[in-house]
C-alpha cells in the first residue's frame, strides 16, 4: 500500500471510530433536556430518574467522543498537511470557532451539571443541560460548515498557489453545508431514539422500572417517528441538491454511466473487479428521473458524460469515484431508514397496547434495533466522503495533492496504533454503556449522588 493509500485509510477508520459517538452525543443530549425540563416544571421525581439515568449514558458517550475528536483535528498536520496549507486559512476558520466556542461551551455547562445537583435550582440546572445540548450540536454545525466547504468551495479566491477566504457570509450560507447539518442533526436524533427504544424495552421485558421505562419509550418512539421521516425528506432532497454541484457522485450513487431523458433507477447491480463498471443491473425504466423530478421525464446526466466535462475542464485524469462502494452504501443507508421508520412507527403503536406482559418477545428483540443507525450513519459518511474522490476539496485539490510529504512506514505505524488504542476505547466505552443500561436508574442515582458528595469519583467513573 501507499502513502496515499495509508493515510486515507487512516483517516477514514479514525474518523469512522469518533462518528460511532457523535450522532449518539447530538440526539441524546435532547433527551435529557426534555426529561429534566418536565421535572423542572413539574416536580416530578419520575423525570428526575429519568435524567439521572439517561444522563449518566450522555456523560459517558459524551467523554468517548471528545477522546476520539480531539484526534481527528490532528490528521491534518499529520497526514494532510499539503491540505492544510491549501486551504487552511478557510478551513480553520469554523474549526476555530467551534473549539473556542461551542466546544467550551458544552464542556463548562456539563461539568456545572453534573456537579450541580442540590447545588443549583430545579430550572437552573435545568438550563445547564439546555446550554450543553445547544453546544454539542453547534459543534456539529461548525465541523459541518467546514466540511460543506469540501464539497461545494464557496466565498474564496486562489492567492499564491492557495485558497484564501473573503466572503465569510458565503461559508456559513453554503447550501451544501445546510443540508449535511440537516440530514446530520436529525440523524442524530434517529441515533438516540433507536438507543432509548432498545434499552427501554429490555427493561420493559423483564419488568423492571415500568413506569419510568414506558414513558422513556414513548417519548424515543414520538421522536423517532418524527426525525426517521424527517431524514428521509432531507436525504431526498440533498439528493437532489447533489446532482447540481457534485453530479458525478450523485451519478455514482445510482450507477448511471449514460446520460438518459428520462433515466432508469437501478435496483441491484453486479460490478468488477474495479467496482467502477457494471456486469449486470435490474433497472426500472423512468422511476430515476421521476426521483429527481416527480415526473416521468428529465434529463440525468451520465458518468461517462460528466467524466468527458470534467477532463475538458481540470484536463486530463480519471474522475470516477468507486462506484460500486457509492451505489451499495447508498443503498444500504435507504433501506435501514425505511426500515427504522417502519420500526418507530410499530414502537409508536405499542404503547396502546396491553404490554410488556404480552409484548415480551418483541421487547426482548428490540433491544437489537439499537445497532440500526450505526450501520446507517456510517454508510452515509463512506458514501459522502468516497464518492467525492479523487478530490479533498471539489474542483480544487485532489486528494493525492493533498498527503504529507513522509514515508509509508511512517503512516503504516501511526495506523495500526489507532486502531489498537481506538478498539480498546471503544471496547471501554460499550462495556460502560451496557453495564450501567443493564444496571438501571437505581445504579445511575446512586453515582450521581457520589458525584454530588465526591466530585473526584465522578471524574474518575465517568
Known amino acids: 500500500m501507499d502513502l496515499l493509500a495509508l493515510s486515507r485509510w487512516q483517516f477514514a477508520l ?8 457523535v450522532p449518539l452525543t447530538l440526539g441524546l443530549g435532547w433527551f435529557v433536556v426534555i426529561f429534566e425540563t ?11 430518574r ?15 467522543g471528545v477522546v476520539t475528536g480531539i484526534v481527528m483535528e490532528f490528521q491534518f498536520g499529520m497526514n494532510w498537511s499539503e491540505y492544510s496549507r491549501y486551504v487552511g486559512d478557510i478551513f480553520g476558520v469554523p474549526l476555530a470557532i467551534e473549539g473556542l466556542l461551542a466546544f467550551f461551551l458544552e464542556s463548562v455547562f456539563l461539568g456545572v451539571w453534573i456537579f450541580g445537583w442540590d447545588r443549583l435550582s430545579r430550572k437552573a440546572h435545568a438550563l445547564m443541560i439546555w446550554l450543553v445540548a ?4 453547534l459543534s456539529a454545525v461548525w465541523i459541518l460548515i467546514a466540511n460543506g466547504f469540501m464539497h461545494h468551495p464557496v466565498g474564496y479566491v486562489i492567492n499564491n498557489g492557495r485558497a484564501e477566504l473573503v466572503d465569510f457570509g458565503a461559508l456559513i450560507a453554503n447550501p451544501r453545508a445546510w443540508w449535511l447539518i440537516s440530514h446530520t442533526l436529525a440523524s442524530g436524533l434517529v441515533t438516540a431514539s433507536f438507543f432509548v427504544l432498545a434499552i427501554s424495552a429490555y427493561h420493559l421485558a423483564r419488568k423492571q422500572h415500568v413506569d419510568l421505562f414506558r414513558r422513556s419509550f414513548k417519548t424515543a418512539a414520538i421522536v423517532g417517528v418524527i426525525f426517521s421521516i424527517t431524514v428521509g425528506v432531507m436525504g431526498h432532497i440533498q439528493g437532489s441538491y447533489l446532482r447540481e454541484v457534485q453530479p458525478m457522485a450523485a451519478a455514482a450513487s445510482e450507477a448511471l ?13 453486479i460490478f468488477d473487479s474495479t467496482g467502477k463498471e457494471v456486469i449486470w443491473s435490474l433497472e426500472i425504466p423512468k422511476v430515476l428521473s421521476w426521483l429527481y423530478f416527480f415526473q416521468f421525464s428529465g434529463e440525468v446526466e451520465g458518468i461517462n458524460n460528466i467524466q468527458a466535462q470534467y477532463t475538458d475542464l481540470y484536463g486530463s485524469g480519471d474522475y470516477v469515484p468507486t462506484v460500486a462502494l457509492a451505489y451499495w452504501t447508498f443503498r444500504l443507508m435507504v433501506g435501514i431508514g425505511f426500515l427504522m421508520v417502519a420500526l418507530t412507527l410499530l414502537a409508536l403503536y405499542l404503547p396502546w397496547k396491553k404490554w410488556p406482559e404480552k409484548q ?3 421487547l426482548k428483540w428490540a433491544v437489537w434495533i439499537v445497532f440500526l443507525p450505526y450501520f446507517a450513519n456510517t454508510a452515509g459518511w463512506i458514501l459522502t466522503e468516497t464518492s467525492r474522490q479523487p478530490w479533498i476539496v471539489h474542483g480544487l485539490l485532489k486528494t493525492a495533492d493533498g498527503v504529507s510529504p513522509q514515508s509509508a512506514g511512517m503512516v503504516l505505524t501511526s495506523l495500526v496504533g489507532y486502531v489498537l488504542i481506538y478498539a480498546v476505547l471503544m471496547a471501554a466505552d460499550v462495556y460502560l454503556l451496557v ?6 436508574p437505581v445504579e445511575a442515582e446512586s453515582d450521581a449522588a457520589n458525584a454530588a458528595e465526591n466530585p473526584t469519583f465522578s471524574l474518575t467513573e465517568s
Open 435 to 440: 453495564k450501567y443500561a443493564k444496571a438501571g
Open 360 to 362: 415480551t418477545r418483541w
Open 14 to 21: 479514525t474518523t469512522i471510530y469518533h462518528f460511532f459517538f
Open 50 to 64: 429519568l435524567t439521572k439515568f439517561w444522563g449518566k449514558l450522555f456523560v459517558i458517550n459524551y467523554a468517548m
Open 38 to 48: 418536565i421535572y423542572a416544571r413539574t416536580g416530578n421525581e419520575t423525570y428526575k
Open 134 to 137: 445547544i453546544g454539542s450540536n
Open 257 to 269: 454511466y449514460e446520460t438518459s431523458d428520462p433515466a432508469p433507477f437501478s435496483v441491484v447491480a
